[in-house]
């Protein structure tokens, strides 16, 4: 699987959109990026994931660049339990399905 | 939360001892993970069951076994435990186990070893 280079904190304004950027240029065409978040010591919550368009969910949305080397996490209006470690991870489609966690952007939401 | 039950949330044991820790998956899915979180190295996989079989091995010790049983729950066994095993342990399942599918994890065991 791809390697992801991510900053290693953020700070954010609560009900301000929260940006994670997220890099993997040596992403390959069967690779979802896929987007976890755990918040202290709780079970990693999965968030969304997409292979070459943008994505939105409920939680959030994904945008990837046309050149799928870089994406964009997008929490649209944070909120203070939106503080965690945000893993953006790259799985290959059809391999089975371990996750590599690497280290994570820690991101803390201020009042 | 996702659905995924852990058994027990805490367990308190001494170095040598053998420990069970339990997973049930969500409702109708076929695959079972197992990761290890411990403070100096992140969230590491340890093992892949889908319907039964193992399927994927990561950096799991030898001193560690996991099965999946026909009802789908899981058990990770770890025995002849040192220090280095307090961690918290993670389960998560997902519906057919490939890299398409989504994980949902489990609250996790914390495991002390004193």
């Known amino acids: 699987d791809a390697k992801t280079t991510q900053p290693t904190s953020m700070d954010c304004a609560e009900g301000r959109a929260a940006n994670l950027p997220c890099n993997h240029s040596?992403?390959?065409?069967?690779?979802?990026v896929y987007w976890y978040r755990q918040i202290h010591s709780q079970g990693p919550q999965y968030i969304i994931h997409?292979?070459?368009n943008n994505e939105t969910n409920e939680m959030a949305s994904l945008i990837i660049t046309e050149d799928r080397k870089s994406s964009t996490l997008i929490l649209p209006h944070a909120t203070l339990r939106d503080t965690a470690v945000y893993y953006c991870?790259?799985?290959?489609?059809?391999?089975?399905?371990?996750?590599?966690f690497g280290a994570g952007t820690q991101v803390v939401v201020t009042p | 939360d996702s659905g995924v039950t852990q058994t027990p949330k805490h367990l308190i044991t001494a170095t040598g001892q053998r420990v069970t820790l339990r997973c049930s998956p969500r409702?109708?899915?076929?695959?079972v993970y197992w990761y290890q979180q411990s403070l100096d190295q992140g969230l590491q996989f340890l093992i892949q069951?889908?319907?039964?079989?193992?399927?994927a091995k990561g950096n799991i010790l030898e001193r560690f076994s996991a099965q999946q049983f026909p009802d789908l729950h899981s058990e990770l066994n770890l025995s002849s435990l040192e220090l280095g095993d307090s961690a918290l342990y993670f389960c998560?399942?997902?519906?057919?186990?490939?890299?398409?599918?989504?994980?949902?994890f489990g609250p996790g065991t914390r495991l002390t070893v004193t």
């Open positions: 998560a399942s997902s519906v057919e186990g490939r890299g398409r599918d989504e994980q949902y």
């Open positions: 040596t992403i390959s065409g069967n690779e979802y």
């Open positions: 997409g292979l070459k």
């Open positions: 991870i790259v799985r290959v489609t059809d391999s089975w399905g371990k996750l590599q």
């Open positions: 409702s109708g899915d076929l695959s």
């Open positions: 069951y889908y319907n039964g079989e193992e399927r």
